[in-house]
């Protein structure tokens, strides 16, 4: 994948660009093309509670259900 980046600062991804035989129309105030070779995703990293929460938790949990009954 290319991205190209124009004379006025703005950028435009450009996946048909062909390197060896690029579009004038395309290359027309070029100022530079970046090849990207990865693709980074966000990644969501879900950590457990401390003990204290978790146990805190339960209690109060254990706590409802027994006014339930």
């Known amino acids: 994948m290319f ?3 124009y004379l ?3 950028l435009k991804e450009a ?3 062909d390197p060896n035989n ?3 129309q395309l290359m027309q105030d070029v100022d530079t ?3 990207i070779g990865k693709e980074l995703i966000p990644v969501i990293v879900l950590k457990p509670k401390p003990k204290e929460d978790r146990d805190r ?3 109060e949990a254990t706590a409802a259900r027994a006014k339930k009954n």
């Open 3 to 5: 991205i190209i980046k």
């Open 8 to 10: 006025d600062g703005s």
């Open 15 to 17: 996946p048909e660009l």
């Open 22 to 24: 690029p579009d004038r």
């Open 33 to 35: 093309v970046y090849q």
């Open 57 to 59: 938790i339960v209690k």
